[in-house]
Structures are given as structure tokens and as C-alpha cells.
């Protein structure tokens, strides 16, 4: 008998051949029904497979998987993946599978295949799809030794597979495969127990890729695919995406005026045009406000640092792949750069290399004669890292902390200056991958809203609260209501963290103190905290549904400690500062970015970068409309007049297109009364009204920072599903 424990602990016996879903059966049809997969201490299984007693004999903690959990979703895909790979072996011949793994909302399959698929070749593998879904099929697995795997691959003519047993399976006793009806796959696992839970799915693209992701292999087509358990389901996710198209930055942004990214400028690099940049001052100029108001300092530093600043912060040459290579001073600098870290990475060169390599330093001004002393490895690394040192080299910010570490260290403190809090819009830059880059959200020079508080271990408490207390400020005053904070704390069992024992426990415990103190929604996890200390990262839901990763509070206890700040306590002592960085927009790029997406270009009153536009109805009433501009302008509004010899219809309709809040419509009865006919971007016609009401009314709605409506349509919130997974071996 097996005994088997339940979520709630009871602990039941079942016959040896047990499964997941018999045991699920003895329990009620209703739930053997809804049984996906299930789980055995973290570990996803089939529901259909057997049950492995544990060797000590303690009892099998199993839970049940339905619909209703994350990792369903995941196995339900990663099913769809198999029977889209079927469909497509049915329809079309020669085809070689690769890899299928899921991805966030969906799944792919890699095929090795004469045909080229198209979009016209969808709707096929969906009904054909649909025929295999029908019929319900078990999906079976069966194992098989390493001869047998690779013969009956070679038998299925599938030779990516038994390249990939030979290779990267090379270590394995045993392949599991599954099969469904003829389609049988190398794989392991886990899936449904049957096609008929497949109950909605799409084929959403189709790209090129290459096998094991090598360049020079073979030229796959990669074919996309998204499942659900429920029609619903599938349906917000279609309209959420084609909302989300229609509220793509990069195409709105170009059209607004808003950014611009040109070749010549380079990749990933924000060239901000006037309307952008008045969003961006305006918020950056409330920020700044608040900021003062809470005690914090601006500060400006450099875009540029000494290498050795960041060696002693750590972020080089650890992050250097990430960032922009170092700034030489001297003409030999790159050369030396590159023999050190070509000595320092164990390649071996001979000793022709190493005497070109000299000459051509020497040729460069290199003063090679403690270089050529040196014997060993070591010595010679030594007298390279010393002339480095001896010659300027800097970097491209890559972060901000460094720089404001050295501003509380140039000069004494004691703890009667603490907390402070240095602020300052940092823009930095990070060498992303161009594959990785992204309009304004992954860019290669960003600025951050970005602020370090240097404050004893008591003050962290009350500090953290501040910070939580300002982000979410922030977040709601630009419509942003819907959020949640991760806390992320230690693995209690590694001892991988720097900070004491104490700091961390009291950290942890008043973090979490905070937050249900203040009634947000958070979760914790443990294990994701950095090394040098715990952190909350706020993630923001979007008016269509999309969850972002935007500001974030982060305690460190290392930086101090790797720049030795100090200051004396009330015991005439020397203590080390704690440091906190937080950011609540995270950068100015992807905040900005987030937020053309969040309002699809229609930003409200108080971030709109033309407010009113003054539409004459003829030539007769442009005086007024010149005198209305400087009014409006003089009371603080970005305002502009239409004084094209058009139709009045035609100025409102481009002043809507332009995405203007409001339109000051005048006529020669309006320029008598110092009246404005009023229109409004979303309500329409607001009336005549008079001129000082106009704008009682329009500072008001600046002022309360209104945020009016943002989406037509309310998006349900997807079920939700583990990350991308690969079932593969
Ligand atoms: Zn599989
Ligand atoms: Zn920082």
C-alpha cells in the first residue's frame, strides 16, 4: 500500500498501483474530472503516471493540479505543442521535430521541414488540431534505454532527436517518450491525461530559428501557438493583444511626436522630441517636488567614473558584459585591457603572440619593462593591472550608487545627518543585446529616478515606510491603482548573503511590518532577495491587464561595507550606514514607454503636452484666438491656435486625431462675451462658457491631477500561469 498526504495533511492508503487520478477518483468523479496534472513534493507529474513510494517510507505529499492552479496551464501548452506537432506531421510530409517548450501565455514547436509554413497555412493545422483534440486520446509515456531510444527514433525518421540523445542527453541510462494515437515524442513530461482538456487554442505566428539556437545549424520554423481551458480565456487574451497593438508605443510614439530612435543616433537610445520631453519634465519636475518635500537632497554627478569606483563597488568586471566598454585615456590602453583579460581567462598563447602583442603595445607607448621581469602567469597579470592603474580609465555609468556613496563619504557625518537622502535623475547606461532591445522599455541609456538613503539600522523601518508610502503616491497620481509588491527576502538556509544575522532579521521582519501595516497586496519570496540585502519591487497592472515591473526599494548592506562609509554614533563610535536605493518610476524611458501604452497616447490634463488647442471659426475671431493664447498660456496651460484658413470640423477633428484634452471653439459671439465654446476630447460639447469659469475649471482638473477614462473596456485578469518552462530533456 502507498500512504498518500493530502494539502490538508490527512494521510490516506492507497493500493501500490496508484495514481494521481484514481486516487482523485476515490475521492469524487467531479475532481478526477477537473484533474490536470499533479504535484509530489514541488515536482510536476502526470496525473496518469504511478506513484513512487519515498525510500524512507514516509508518506507521498501530493496535490492535485486543476484548472484553477498555475502549473495546469503550463502542462495543458506544453500538450498543445505535441498535438500541433502531430498536425503538422499529418499534413505535411518530412518533417523533423525539434524542441516545444512553453513561453509566457503560450507554446512553441521548432520543425526541420521542406514546406514553408505561412499564415494561409494556420487554419489547417487548426482543424486538424481540432479532429486530434476530438477524439480525446490518452497521452502515454514509456521509457526506453539509450540503444532502443535512438532506434526508434531513427525508425520515426527523427533525426534532430537522435542527435540530441547522443549528445546532449549523452549522460542518460533512460529516455522517456510520450505517445498520442501515431505521434510519438522524446520527452519528459508532464502532460494532460487526455486531448479532449485542450478546450481553446490558436496559431498566432510563425518565425525562423535555429536548431540549439546555433547560427550555422540547421534553419528551423518556429511555429507559435496559445491554449486555454476555457474559451473565455482565449478571447481576452486575442483582445488584449490586439488592444495592446493598438496602444503600442513605438508606432504611437513616433506619431505623437513623442520619441525617436535613429540609426545614427544608435540602438537603444531614446531621442526624446518636445512633446516627450514636456511628459517627461513634468514628471520629473513632480517627483523632484515631492521629493524636497520629504527631505531629500538633489545631487548631480558625472556620466562618467574611474573603472576603479566600480571595481570597488563590485559592478566591474563583473557586469562587463552588460556594459559599454571602458574609456582608455591611453593609446595602449584597449591593447592592454585585452592581453589581461586574454591572460587572466587561462587562453594560452605562445610566446609569438605574446612578443607581437608587445611590440605593438611599445609601438603604442607602452613602458613594457616591468612586463617583460614579470615570470608567471600571475606576475605578468600583476604588471599589467598596474600600469592600468597608472593610466585613466573610466566608464560609462552604468549605476548611480557609486557615485552617491562617494557624497556621503566626502565629508565626516555623524548620526545626527542621518537619514540622508540623495536624489538625482541618473541616467546610466547598460550595453543590452540588440535582440533585447525595445522601443523606450529596453534601451541602452536610461534615466533613473534614482535616490540612495544613508540611514542607522533603526531608521530602516521608518524609512522603508516612507519609500512604500511615496511609490504608491506616485503611482496613483498617474492613474496607476491596481498594483502589488513583492517582498523579497533570504533563503534562511544559504550563507551566501554579506550583512549581519541581526540586520538582516530586523530588516526582514520590519519590511514586512510595513507592508501590512499598510494594506497593500504583497507576497513574499523567499530566496529572491539580492545577496547584499531584501527588496520590494512594485508590479503595476496596466487598464488592459498587463502587469509591469516598475519601482523598487532595495536595502543593501554591502556597498557600505565595500566603500567603508562610516559615521560616528552618540557613542563617539564608528558605525556603517545602511543604504537603501529605490526608484518609484524605476527609469524615465520605460515609465514613460509603460505609460503612452497605459493611456494609448491620450495623456491626461495634467501630463498632456498640448492641453487646449484654440480653433477660430473664421479669420474674424483670430484676434481673440491670439489673445486667448496668451491668457491661457500666462495662467500656466500649453496651449496652441489653429489659425489655418479651415473649416472649424477640420480643426476639431485634427485636434482629436492630435489627441488634445480640450478644444477653445470661438466664433465672433464668443470674442463679445470673452466666452470659449467648450469641447472636450471625450465628453464632446461642453457649452459656451465664460472665459475666467474655463479656466477655474481647467487649473482645478490640473491641479487634482484628474485622470479620466483610459480603456473603453475592462480586461478580465488572465488565469494565472507559471513562467515559460521547458519540458525537454
Ligand atoms: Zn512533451
Ligand atoms: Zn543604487
Not at 187 to 202: E, M, T, V, Y
Not at 594 to 618: D, N
Not at 649 to 667: F, H, W
Request: with cysteine; net charge negative.
Amino acid at each position: 500500500m502507498l500512504d498518500i498526504q493530502l494539502p490538508d495533511g490527512t494521510v490516506v492508503s492507497h493500493p501500490d498501483d496508484a495514481t494521481p487520478l484514481s486516487i482523485a477518483n476515490s475521492i469524487g468523479s467531479r475532481l478526477a474530472k477537473a484533474v490536470v496534472a499533479a504535484q509530489v513534493a514541488g515536482k510536476v507529474i502526470d496525473a496518469t503516471g504511478p506513484l513512487k513510494p519515498f525510500d524512507n517510507g514516509s508518506p507521498i505529499p501530493l496535490r492535485l493540479l486543476t484548472e484553477k492552479d498555475p502549473e495546469a496551464l503550463d502542462v495543458l501548452r506544453h500538450s498543445s505543442a505535441h498535438i500541433m506537432a502531430r498536425a503538422v506531421m499529418r499534413l505535411y510530409p518530412e518533417v523533423s521535430l525539434a524542441f516545444g517548450p512553453t513561453i509566457s501565455n503560450g507554446f512553441y514547436y521548432d520543425f526541420l521541414m521542406p514546406h514553408k509554413l505561412t499564415e494561409e497555412d494556420f487554419a489547417k493545422i487548426e482543424q486538424e488540431m481540432a479532429a486530434i483534440i476530438a477524439k480525446s486520446e490518452p497521452f502515454e509515456q514509456f521509457s526506453l534505454n539509450r540503444q532502443d531510444a535512438v532506434s526508434l527514433c531513427k525508425d520515426m525518421n527523427q533525426g534532430l532527436k537522435v542527435e540530441h540523445i547522443e549528445t546532449g542527453l549523452a549522460s542518460h541510462p533512460e529516455l522517456g517518450f510520450y505517445r498520442q494515437g501515431e505521434f510519438v515524442d522524446l520527452c519528459r513530461g508532464p502532460h494532460i491525461p487526455d486531448a479532449g482538456r485542450i478546450k481553446a487554442f490558436k496559431i498566432m505566428s510563425v518565425a525562423g530559428s535555429h536548431w540549439k539556437g546555433n547560427m550555422s545549424g540547421p534553419q528551423l520554423q518556429r511555429l507559435y501557438g496559445t491554449a486555454w481551458f476555457d474559451k473565455k480565456d482565449l478571447q481576452n487574451h486575442l483582445d488584449q493583444l490586439e488592444e495592446a497593438k493598438r496602444r503600442d508605443h513605438r508606432v504611437l510614439g513616433k506619431k505623437l511626436g513623442l520619441y525617436q530612435i535613429t540609426p545614427d543616433v544608435g540602438q537603444g537610445m531614446c531621442l526624446w522630441m518636445p512633446k516627450g520631453a514636456r511628459i517627461r519634465g513634468l514628471l520629473e519636475d513632480f517627483l523632484r517636488r515631492e521629493m524636497l518635500k520629504r527631505g531629500y537632497e538633489p545631487v548631480y554627478s558625472p556620466h562618467l567614473g574611474r573603472v576603479e569606483l566600480y571595481e570597488t563597488s563590485g559592478h566591474f568586471p563583473y557586469y562587463r558584459d552588460s556594459q559599454f566598454p571602458p574609456l582608455f585615456v591611453h593609446d595602449a590602453g584597449a591593447l592592454v585591457d585585452a592581453w589581461a583579460r586574454r591572460l587572466s581567462e587561462d587562453e594560452t598563447f605562445g610566446a609569438q603572440q605574446e612578443t607581437m602583442f608587445l611590440q605593438a603595445a611599445e609601438v603604442l607607448g607602452f613602458d613594457s619593462a616591468s612586463y617583460s621581469k614579470a615570470e608567471g602567469k600571475q606576475a605578468k597579470l600583476d604588471a599589467l593591472n598596474d600600469w592600468q592603474r597608472n593610466h585613466e580609465r573610466f566608464l560609462v555609468k552604468p549605476m548611480n550608487c557609486p557615485h552617491h556613496a562617494q557624497i556621503f563619504k566626502a565629508q565626516p557625518r555623524s548620526y545626527r545627518d542621518l537619514p540622508l537622502r540623495l536624489f538625482e535623475f541618473g541616467t546610466v547606461y547598460r550595453y543590452e543585446q540588440t535582440g533585447e532591445l525595445n522601443g523606450m522599455l529596453r534601451v541602452r541609456g536610461l534615466t533613473q529616478d534614482d535616490a540612495h538613503i544613508f540611514c542607522t539600522a533603526e531608521q530602516v523601518e521608518q524609512e522603508f515606510r516612507n519609500t512604500i508610502e511615496l511609490t504608491r503616491f506616485v503611482l496613483e497620481s498617474v492613474g496607476l491603482q491596481d498594483y502589488r509588491v513583492q517582498l523579497s527576502l533570504r533563503d534562511p538556509k544559504s550563507d551566501k548573503y554579506v550583512g549581519s544575522e541581526e540586520n538582516w532579521q530586523k530588516a526582514e521582519a520590519s519590511l514586512r511590518k510595513v507592508l501590512e501595516e499598510s494594506g497593500l497586496n504583497f507576497t513574499t519570496a523567499e530566496g529572491e532577495a539580492a545577496f547584499y540585502g531584501p527588496k520590494a519591487d512594485f508590479m503595476v497592472r496596466d487598464c488592459i491587464g498587463r502587469h509591469w515591473q516598475l519601482g523598487t526599494v532595495q536595502l543593501d548592506y554591502n556597498l557600505p561595507e565595500r566603500f567603508e562609509l562610516e559615521y560616528a554614533g552618540g557613542d563617539n563610535k564608528s558605525h556603517r550606514p545602511v543604504m537603501i536605493h529605490r526608484a518609484p518610476f524605476g527609469s524615465m524611458e520605460r515609465f514613460v514607454g509603460m505609460l503612452i501604452e497605459h493611456f494609448a497616447g491620450a495623456f491626461p490634463m495634467w501630463l498632456a503636452p498640448e492641453q487646449i488647442r484654440i480653433c477660430p471659426l473664421s479669420e474674424k475671431t483670430n484676434d481673440y484666438a491670439v489673445e486667448l493664447e496668451k491668457v491661457f498660456t500666462e495662467a500656466g496651460f500649453r496651449v496652441t491656435t489653429d489659425l489655418r484658413g479651415a473649416k472649424v470640423q477640420a480643426k476639431i477633428r485634427d485636434a482629436q486625431l492630435d489627441l488634445i484634452p480640450y478644444m477653445a471653439v470661438i466664433g465672433p459671439k464668443e470674442a463679445e462675451t470673452r466666452s470659449i465654446a467648450l469641447r472636450d476630447r471625450i465628453a464632446g460639447e461642453l457649452g459656451t462658457k465664460p472665459l475666467d469659469e474655463v479656466i477655474a475649471m481647467l487649473t482645478e482638473e490640473v491641479n487634482s491631477r484628474r485622470i479620466r477614462q483610459v480603456a473603453d473596456k475592462k480586461f478580465a485578469e488572465p488565469p494565472p500561469a507559471t513562467e515559460a518552462s521547458s519540458h525537454e530533456y
